[in-house]
């Protein structure tokens, strides 16, 4: 075997290697996001219903930025300070907000870095409502475990090609 043949092959073999890691990180990162498991067991429900919270109240950035801003002790302390409550997830709530510590939420709702994707384009400019994307949260008693729905891409596009808007890959492809 000449070498031109042997460089071919070496170069074939090296493209089937990358395009097998590029596949399994793929996979790794957006297939595999299940079973996330919270910090703190939040309870949509408890503060949408009882309390009157709308998404916005916590998630405020969604509006004015491309991602959408987790509430933190700055927020829930203002109504989470005490610890010495009979639940013990308020309880952990308060000895953040107490000793200054940042809850480490676990991100559930991921695109891959390779797209783009804006919440204020979708709630903002669209005015598409939360639900649309993220199911009946208002229902949830426990955090999410898992993103809904699964945040594929043929997910994406049919939503764009049901309101009339552009499937064009630079829209999100950057």
């Not at 998404?55 to 109504?79: K, M, Q, Y």
């Not at 989470?80 to 709702?109: F, G």
Request: proline share 4%; charged share 20%.
């Amino acid at each position: 075997m000449n070498i031109k043949a042997k460089l071919i092959k070496a170069f074939a073999l090296s493209i089937v290697i990358i395009s097998g890691l590029f596949i399994f990180i793929s996979w790794a990162t957006a297939e595999n996001q299940s079973n996330f498991i919270q910090p703190i067991a939040y309870n949509h429900k408890l503060h949408i219903e009882d309390i009157g919270f709308a998404c916005l109240d916590c998630h405020s950035n969604a509006e004015t930025h491309a991602r959408a801003s987790i509430p933190n002790v700055e927020f829930c302390g203002d109504c989470h300070d005490d610890t010495e409550v009979e639940n013990p997830e308020e309880s952990k709530v308060a000895e953040h907000v107490n000793n200054d510590i940042q809850i480490k939420w676990v991100q559930v709702h991921k695109v891959p870095d390779y797209a783009y994707f804006s919440h204020r384009r979708h709630v903002k400019l669209a005015q598409i409502e939360c639900e649309t994307c993220h199911g009946e949260v208002s229902q949830m008693e426990n955090p999410f475990v898992s993103p809904f729905p699964s945040m594929k891409m043929s997910w994406c596009m049919d939503c764009h090609t049901e309101r009339g808007v552009t499937n064009d890959c630079y829209a999100c492809h950057r």
